[in-house]
């Protein structure tokens, strides 16, 4: 140890405190409290500052909900025009396939849809010829051919007619006639009446009498008014069809 080295003094160097020997040390007191008058002038800033800053996000979200407003409404009134028009494709598919699938109905004579239908009901029909009976139309006398096929045990059939001439119902309708052996012969069932759309070589319409036929005999096909008839007077027969047993 160097005895002869003079001792540090307040205000010299040394290495912890990083202070060279003369270098002042700052006084708390030079840095003193802020002036009132500068004190709420800064705080009068800040909160006006919080404020701005609040009333910006309040406004960006408002901006932001009147926009996904504003085009949920464009949306809804885009949408409504096709739910329109699928409420019209419903209500036109509940109000027409009933009658479509019916296959007694006129549309279903008429439509492609019924046609095929009634094809397909016949196939099945002739599929089981123990119970059910298949007749052409005979003679010369009508204006095309065809046949009958029948089911006595469930009371209905199929006419097919091939080159008959379409009618138009405002004038006249087709009308058929099943004889029935257990009934006077001048007093028929009546089979329904039935139209030949335009366009068609050939036609199925369904036969469902609205009363029972025991032991049919013979259908035949007249033309009639177009209301039909009650007793037709077989003024014009164009299609008959005995029953071979």
């Not at 809804?76 to 409420?87: C, E, M, N, Y």
Request: aromatic fraction near 8%.
């Amino acid at each position: 140890m160097d005895e002869d080295r003079p001792a540090v003094e307040d205000g010299g160097s040394d290495a912890l405190s990083g202070r060279s020997k003369g270098e002042a040390t700052p006084d708390d007191s030079e840095f003193g409290a802020l002036p009132p008058a500068v004190r709420q002038r800064l705080d009068r800033c800040a909160e006006q500052w919080l404020v701005d800053r609040e009333r910006r996000a309040e406004g960006a979200t408002a901006s932001s909900f009147a926009s996904h407003a504003a085009t949920g409404k464009r949306s809804r009134r885009a949408s409504i025009p096709w739910l329109v028009a699928a409420l019209g494709v419903v209500l036109a598919v509940v109000g027409w396939w009933p009658r479509l699938m019916h296959p007694d109905s006129p549309a279903a004579t008429a439509s492609s849809f019924g046609q095929w239908r009634a094809a397909s009901e016949r196939e099945q029909m002739l599929a089981d010829p123990l119970h059910v009976g298949h007749w052409p139309w005979a003679g010369e006398e009508g204006p095309g051919n065809g046949d009958v096929v029948w089911d006595n045990l469930q009371q209905k059939g199929f006419l097919r007619l091939k080159g008959f001439v379409a009618n138009d119902p405002s004038r006249a309708r087709y009308q058929l006639w099943i004889f029935d052996a257990a009934r006077d012969d001048r007093y028929p069932v009546d089979g329904g009446m039935f139209d030949v759309p335009p366009g068609r070589a050939e036609v199925l319409i369904p036969v469902k009498p609205a009363v029972p036929v025991l032991r049919p005999v013979a259908f035949a096909v007249t033309v009639e008014g177009p209301r039909g008839a009650v007793v037709s007077e077989r003024e014009k027969v164009v299609a008959f069809a005995r029953v071979d047993r």
